[in-house]
Every structure is written in structure tokens, then in C-alpha cells.
């Protein structure tokens, strides 16, 4: 009896011990990201406060999360360190608070290089010091087209010299976007006309529709230049005319559920002197949401449009 317990409790130490270790994994400068079921009573866009705090020996990161719709939270990371990542989240809400676990951070494989910043000021680089040398173009409203235009729009991309693109996240209005085969049926706000919109609650199957066209660019090597905001609107849908705070709730839903990829790249707005309801005091704020959400973040640019 004695030997079988002996052997019984043998069997179960790497049993044990493999429990407490990280069991899943991710390649540097890749995505991580922690999924909470959470509550979905009320508004989870704007009632509930939700982080996380990733630590892996000195280094330490807090980024934001966010609703993804089905009472479903979610939390995304970038790592930049090979190792153990832990981690702890931070909410309003206890069914959110104090949630843990852990990763393991492997190295990078050979064709990521990592996010682009700047290297002595005029020029760029990968993280990982490889030069990157921009050469760009526009597609603007490449993602609200159809299926086929966008995989025609890809293969160009791929057989072309391009490695980096500029295009809206928030669609213009056009006659063409209200009926027929392009007529837009999700917006990035819940509902389908200015009638109807509530900017209070985001529509997570634009910003899932969103996320694939990003992952589509990044399998290609190419950064994604996201225009924030732009002036295309006039009174139809009122994208350009919502108030501040909409558009800092807007950044800030934004820069959580997309800064976690490794090719995107801010652009502030498109001809924003067109909004004239925003002051440069305004757009400031707005960058400000952006650097505290995204510190690694390089292409926060407002693009002005003298008069």
C-alpha cells in the first residue's frame, strides 16, 4: 500500500506543477487577449470601467478594455518581451475585478518585425531596428465595398510596392452606402440612419468587420493608416457632428480595440478644419486619450485644411 500511494503521489507532482504554469502562448509583438464574461444590463459601453495590469519582471503595462456585445469583455496586449507575463484586471464591477493569469511571451518569427516608430526623428524603424521605409497610398473606403472589390483590392496591394495605407475607419456619406449592393447595413454606432443612432452604444459587427480588413493588411506586411475622424458628412448621418464627449468615448473604445495591432498607425482626422465645432483645445484632448491609451503609438496626425 505504502509503494502505491508512493507512486500514486509521484505521478501527480508534474501533473500538479504543470497546472500552475502558463498553458497558453503568444509570439512577441503579437496579440494576447484575455475574454471576460461580464454583465450586459444597462449600458457596458459606457457603465462599466475595465483594465488590466500585464507585468513581466520590471516591465509593466496597463492597457484598456472593452464591451465586445453578449456580455462579453475583452482585453487586448501587445508584448514586447520575451517570458512570463502576468496579469491582473481592474474593474468597477467585482464579476471583472481581480481576474488573473498568465502567458508565456515566445520569440518572434522571422517576418515580424514588430510595430514601426521613429528613429532619430526623420526617419523609421521596426522595433526590432529593421529600417522601414514608407511608401503609401490611399484606399480610403476599401472596407465598405463589397467582398470582391476588397480581395481585388488586396491582390493589388500584394503584387504592388505599397507597404503602407490610409483609409477611414468611419464611412462617408454617399448615396451609393444607402441602397443597393453597397448599401452600408452596420455602422460603427447602433442603429442604421441619424434618426435612429445612439451614440451611447457602439456596434460591435462593424468594428469585428473593421478588425478582419486590419488582420488582412498585417498578413501582408502592410501598416493601416486609421482616420479617426472626417468632415464627409454634413447633417445626413452626423458622424462629424457628435459632441466631445462622443468622440472621447469614440477614441478611446477605438484605440482599446485596436492598439493592440501591431500595424496600426493614428491618424487624428481628415481635413478637420472642416469640423469647425471642434477647437484645437478640443483635438488636443483627443490626442491626450490617445497617447494615455496607446504610449507606443506614432502616427497621431491632424491633417489641416487651410482656409
Request: one cysteine or more.
Amino acid at each position: 500500500m505504502r509503494n502505491i500511494l508512493g507512486s500514486v503521489i509521484f505521478l501527480l507532482i508534474p501533473v500538479l506543477t504543470f497546472a500552475q504554469s502558463p498553458t497558453n502562448s503568444v509570439e512577441k509583438w503579437g496579440m494576447y487577449e484575455v475574454t471576460l464574461k461580464g454583465p450586459s444590463a444597462g449600458n457596458p459601453f459606457v457603465n462599466i470601467e475595465l483594465s488590466a495590469v500585464f507585468t513581466n519582471g520590471k516591465e509593466s503595462f496597463q492597457p484598456e478594455g472593452f464591451y465586445d456585445g453578449n456580455g462579453i469583455f475583452k482585453i487586448r496586449f501587445m508584448p514586447d518581451k520575451v517570458g512570463v507575463w502576468t496579469y491582473k484586471t481592474i474593474s468597477n464591477r467585482e464579476e471583472l475585478n481581480g481576474k488573473t493569469g498568465s502567458f508565456v511571451c515566445t520569440p518572434a518569427l522571422p517576418d515580424d518585425h514588430g510595430p514601426v516608430q521613429v528613429r532619430d526623428q526623420y526617419q523609421f524603424e521596426y522595433r526590432d531596428g529593421t529600417p522601414y521605409y514608407p511608401f503609401g497610398t490611399t484606399i480610403y473606403e476599401w472596407i465598405f465595398q463589397s467582398k470582391e472589390m476588397r480581395e481585388e483590392t488586396l491582390a493589388t496591394l500584394k503584387s504592388s510596392p505599397f507597404n503602407k495605407v490610409r483609409f477611414l475607419l468611419i464611412p462617408p456619406y454617399n448615396e451609393k452606402y444607402l441602397s443597393g449592393p453597397l448599401k452600408i447595413k452596420n455602422f460603427p454606432f447602433e442603429g442604421t440612419s441619424i434618426e435612429d443612432f445612439d451614440f451611447s452604444r457602439f456596434n460591435v459587427a462593424y468594428f469585428h468587420h473593421f478588425e478582419r480588413c486590419l488582420q488582412q493588411l498585417e498578413n501582408l506586411g502592410i501598416q493601416a493608416d486609421v482616420i479617426l475622424f472626417r468632415p464627409y458628412d454634413g447633417p445626413k448621418w452626423g458622424f462629424d457632428r457628435m459632441s466631445m464627449a462622443t468622440n472621447a468615448r469614440f477614441v478611446h473604445y477605438v484605440v482599446a480595440r485596436l492598439a493592440a495591432y501591431r500595424n496600426v498607425w493614428w491618424s487624428m482626422a481628415n481635413e478637420n478644419s472642416f469640423m469647425h465645432h471642434i477647437t484645437e483645445s478640443d483635438w488636443d484632448r483627443l490626442f491626450q486619450i490617445v497617447a494615455k491609451e496607446d504610449p507606443g503609438s506614432i502616427g497621431k496626425v491632424v491633417l489641416e485644411d487651410k482656409k
